[in-house]
C-alpha cells in the first residue's frame, strides 16, 4: 500500500509535457489523443494511451485553466422565444464538446433590459468563460461582440446574415431559401399567398421576409399590406396571424409562417375553420423542428442546419485548444433546404 500510495503520489505530479517526452511525440499530439481528435492515426493513438494507462496520467483541468486564465467552459447565450431552436443548438454544440474538456453553460437574458451587457459582463467574468456562442437576435448587437474582445472571450455569432469575420461568424442562407420555398408555391399554381411574419428587431425575420417578397417580385406577383400578418415566432401568434389572414376576402390560398411553430398555428386555425389542408390552404414553414411530422397533414418546410451550425460554432471555439486547428476553417456558411410534406398541393382548377 506503500509503494502504491507512493506510485499514486509521483504519478499525481506528472504534466503532459512528460508523457509527450515519454511518447516521443508533441504535447499537441497528446492533447488530441486525450481528447478524442480523430486526426490521428491509430498507431500514434495507441502508444500514447498505453503510456497515459501505464503511468496512471490524469490530465488536471484546474491547471491547465489556470494557466489559460480561463475555466474550460462554453456559454450559450440567447433571449428568443423559440424553444425548440435553443435546444437543436445545445444538442449542435454538446456533440463538440463530447469528449473534450469543455462543458456549455447555458444563459437566458433579456435584451430589452437596460442591464443586459452588464449582466453579459458579469456572466463572463464569474464563469472565467473560455468562449461564448451568442444567439440571435441579440448576436446581432456588434455592442456584445466588443464587449467579448475587451474581456478576452473568444466569441461566435450565429445569424441569418453576415455580421463578423469567418472566425466569429456561423450563417445561414435565410433568404434564399424562403424564396425557393415561395417559387414552389408559385409553381403549384399559388398567386395569393399570405405571409406570417417573424418578429421585428430579429434579423431572421428581415431576411425571411425579403426572400418571399424576392420570389413574388420575380413572379410579378404584386404583395398587398393585408397580406402580410406579424407573428412572434410562438404557436398562439400564428393561430392570431392566421386568423387574420382568413378574414380576407378572397383568402389566401397558401400561407408562408416564418418559422414551424407559427405554420403549427396555421394548421390549428385552419382546421377549426374546417379549412381543409392543402386541399383549400398550402401550408410552408421554416425550421424543420420535430413537430412538422408530429402534425397531419406532415408539413413542408424549410430546414435549418442548426445543429451543424451549433457543432461549427463550438469546434470554432474550441478547435485550437483539442488540436484541431485554426476555428476558420470549421464551415461558416450553411444551406437550409426546402423539404416536401403534405401540407402543400397545386391551387385547383376553378
Known amino acids: 500500500m506503500a509503494k502504491q500510495a507512493q506510485d499514486e503520489g509521483l504519478n499525481a505530479k506528472l504534466t503532459i509535457n512528460d508523457i509527450a517526452r515519454m511518447a516521443g511525440v508533441s ?66 454544440i454538446l456533440e463538440a464538446l463530447h469528449g473534450t474538456e469543455f462543458e456549455l453553460v447555458v444563459r437566458p437574458v433579456d435584451r430589452g433590459s437596460a ?27 456588434d455592442t456584445l461582440a466588443r464587449l467579448c474582445d475587451e474581456e478576452g472571450c473568444r466569441y461566435v455569432r450565429m445569424g441569418s446574415a453576415v455580421l463578423d469575420d469567418p472566425e466569429h461568424m456561423v450563417v445561414s ?65 400564428g393561430i392570431s396571424a392566421c386568423e387574420s389572414l382568413l378574414d380576407l376576402s378572397p383568402r389566401p390560398t397558401a400561407i408562408f409562417a416564418a418559422n414551424d411553430e407559427m405554420a403549427a398555428g396555421v394548421l390549428y386555425a385552419a382546421r377549426l375553420r374546417g379549412i381543409e389542408v392543402p386541399d383549400e390552404l398550402s401550408i410552408i414553414g421554416f425550421d424543420d423542428t420535430p413537430l412538422t411530422t408530429r402534425v397531419w397533414p406532415p408539413l413542408t418546410t424549410v430546414r435549418w442546419p442548426i445543429v451543424a451550425m451549433g457543432r461549427a460554432a463550438a469546434l470554432k471555439l474550441i478547435g485550437t485548444a483539442i488540436g484541431e486547428g485554426s476555428a476558420v476553417n470549421e464551415p461558416s456558411t450553411f444551406s437550409s433546404t426546402l423539404i416536401r410534406r403534405g401540407s402543400v398541393a397545386p391551387l385547383p382548377i376553378a
Open 27 to 92: 504535447k499537441k499530439t497528446v492533447s488530441r489523443v486525450i481528447n478524442r481528435s480523430p486526426l490521428l492515426n491509430a498507431q500514434t493513438r495507441e502508444k500514447v494511451e498505453q503510456i497515459i494507462a501505464d503511468t496512471g496520467y490524469v490530465p488536471n483541468p484546474q491547471a491547465r485553466a489556470l494557466a489559460l486564465g480561463r475555466n474550460f467552459l462554453i456559454g450559450l447565450i440567447y433571449d428568443n422565444p423559440n424553444q425548440q431552436m435553443i435546444l437543436s443548438m445545445q444538442r449542435g
Open 173 to 237: 442562407n435565410d433568404r434564399d431559401a424562403v424564396a425557393d420555398a415561395v417559387r414552389y408555391l408559385i409553381a403549384q399554381g399559388h398567386r395569393r399567398i399570405g405571409l406570417i411574419a417573424g418578429p421585428h428587431g430579429f434579423r431572421s425575420a428581415k431576411e425571411r421576409r425579403d426572400g418571399f417578397e424576392l420570389a413574388l417580385s420575380e413572379a410579378g406577383i404584386s404583395l398587398p399590406r393585408s397580406l402580410v400578418a406579424d407573428g412572434q415566432y410562438t404557436f398562439e401568434s
Open 115 to 141: 442591464r443586459v451587457m452588464d449582466d453579459i459582463r458579469g456572466f463572463i467574468t464569474r464563469q472565467r468563460l473560455y468562449g461564448v456562442i451568442l444567439l440571435p437576435p441579440i448576436s446581432e448587437n
